[in-house]
């Protein structure tokens, strides 16, 4: 079955502590991407990655690292989370042409106090 | 710059009746739209989408969407809504190779 999963679902942290959320896809798809969601926002990509090795900045890079030494993975990092870090966080992948859909796994429910 | 609208934060509707979640967008060149929903604590999911071609695109669930260049808006509709609908409704236009650019999303309440 195709999809993107992403560990894990629900995570309360503290302040300043580094975490790591992954997100790995079965498709051998070339484009991946981070977005959050906060109401009234909709979706903001955080960052993306064209393929291995290749990433940059989306439309709220600020907190956030990324990573893809490997096509299937694509992990999110928060060296110093921050309470303005809570959020909905959502990975995507796409083959990267134009007239394809993206898929996105379940969901992170992060909370940082 | 481009971007995507969806002027309304929650649509109410009774079950049977039609279905309308407008969408509006600004893009330089051809666009490339798509329709997402999103069910409580899960992942977004695709609907449909306008490539090319007709303006009535047809995609899952019964729904469809009518991409109106003059207008620039590309409205999500069915003809008779089901409780099962509710949901958060995201449109999104592709503007860059991968990216997407996603409206504020749109709360439908399909009431018995």
């Known amino acids: 079955e195709a999809q993107v999963t992403q560990n894990p679902r629900y995570l309360i942290t503290v302040t300043g502590k580094k975490l790591t959320v992954t997100c790995s896809q079965n498709m051998n798809h070339e484009y991946m991407s981070w977005y959050r969601q906060d109401p009234g926002l909709g979706l903001r990509q955080i960052y993306y990655?064209?393929?291995?090795?290749?990433?940059d900045k989306g439309d709220v890079p600020e907190g956030y690292k990324v990573s893809r030494k490997e096509k299937r993975n694509f992990p999110l990092i928060l060296e110093s989370p921050s309470p303005n870090q809570t959020s909905l966080y959502f990975c995507?992948?796409?083959?990267?042409?134009?007239?394809?859909?993206?898929?996105f796994g379940q969901g992170t429910r992060l909370t940082v106090v | 710059a481009q971007s995507v609208a969806q002027p309304e934060d929650q649509v109410n509707v009774a079950e049977g009746n039609p279905l309308t979640v407008k969408c509006t967008y600004s893009v330089s060149g051809n666009p490339y739209l798509f329709w997402y929903v999103q069910y409580p604590n899960r992942g977004l999911q695709f609907l449909l989408k306008?490539?090319?071609?007709?303006?009535l695109v047809k995609g899952s669930y019964g729904f469809e969407a009518e991409f109106n260049k003059s207008q620039t808006s590309f409205h999500l509709k069915k003809p008779s809504a089901l409780v099962s609908d509710s949901a958060l409704y995201f449109c999104a236009v592709l503007f860059s190779w991968g990216k997407l650019q996603f409206g504020a999303g749109t709360q439908v309440v399909v009431t018995p």
């Open positions: 995507a992948s796409s083959s990267g042409a134009a007239n394809t859909e993206a898929f």
């Open positions: 306008y490539i090319t071609g007709d303006n």
């Open positions: 990655s064209m393929n291995v090795e290749v990433t």
